[in-house]
């Protein structure tokens, strides 16, 4: 109750690249708290603004920048950087938000950034802390049942953005359409993908929504697979209005792609 909030990127749209609007620079300049996902996810248009926004206070390194991945262990840090590997991310995959016993590390970086600004506040933002982690930890049980059926199946994304979640609910990255992360595809590689996973019979593909349907469609029906809409952020999907709702989503568009693809007769 102490906090306004808003949100720079929205649900639908690429993390890595949230098309830049001019009422952006008046709300970081009036902003008390930036709050960012962290391990370089927003470098590619949120740090020029922040720079130019003349608000030293959320500025990296300043009380007011909150980075929610400081408690975080990361996932695929790259071994050789090079730009011929496409966007990578230096720091390791920023998508950790998309495993729930991280969303409650993140929380506790944010309940930690929200007292340096305010201190009064502490003993509110540690009492919500709590109940949001019970609630995460309540929730977990009821979603690693829900995902038992998911368990061991090998599935192929557009992008690099699911390994924290697959490895949370026992799945198998097995692939990506694009060549590295922000390369699109080339034929010779969409082959050599087809050819993949009808050797291995991997009959899941995860299609995020700020991506064209075209070539995760194509993809299914050379290998007969199902494509499953895959959300990275709160608000990729109108019912998607909490964190709980985002896992729920994922977890439930999984098990119904799979579903469907067992119930039709043999291809």
Do not use: C
Request: hydrophobic letters at 40%; a negative charge; zero cysteines.
């Amino acid at each position: 109750d102490l906090v306004a909030v808003q949100s720079l990127a929205k649900g639908l749209e690429d993390p890595h690249g949230v098309p830049i609007k001019p009422s952006f620079l008046p709300k970081l300049n009036q902003a008390d708290v930036l709050v960012v996902m962290g391990l370089q996810n927003e470098h590619a248009w949120l740090r020029a603004l922040i720079d130019v926004a003349r608000n030293p206070q959320i500025l990296p390194g300043n009380p007011g920048y909150i980075d929610s991945s400081v408690k975080v262990s990361p996932k695929q840090i790259p071994q050789v950087l090079s730009r011929r590997d496409g966007d990578l991310h230096p720091l390791g995959n920023p998508h950790f938000n998309l495993d729930p016993v991280n969303a409650k590390l993140m929380a506790g970086a944010i309940a930690e950034g929200l007292a340096r600004v305010y201190p009064n506040g502490t003993g509110l933002f540690q009492d919500n802390l709590q109940k949001f982690e019970n609630e995460i930890d309540a929730q977990l049980q009821v979603w690693l049942k829900l995902a038992a059926p998911l368990k061991g199946l090998s599935f192929i994304s557009y992008h690099q953005d699911t390994i924290y979640f697959a490895e949370r609910f026992g799945l198998k990255e097995a692939g990506h359409i694009e060549i590295r992360p922000g390369v699109e595809p080339t034929q010779r590689h969409l082959v050599k993908l087809v050819e993949k996973m009808k050797r291995e019979h991997i009959q899941l593909v995860l299609r995020e929504p700020y991506f064209s349907e075209q070539l995760p469609n194509w993809v299914a029906e050379q290998t007969g697979a199902r494509v499953a809409k895959f959300l990275i952020m709160v608000g990729g999907a109108p019912e998607v209005q909490t964190y709980e709702d985002l896992i729920t989503f994922n977890l439930e568009s999984l098990l119904a792609a799979v579903q469907s693809r067992n119930d039709a007769p043999n291809e």
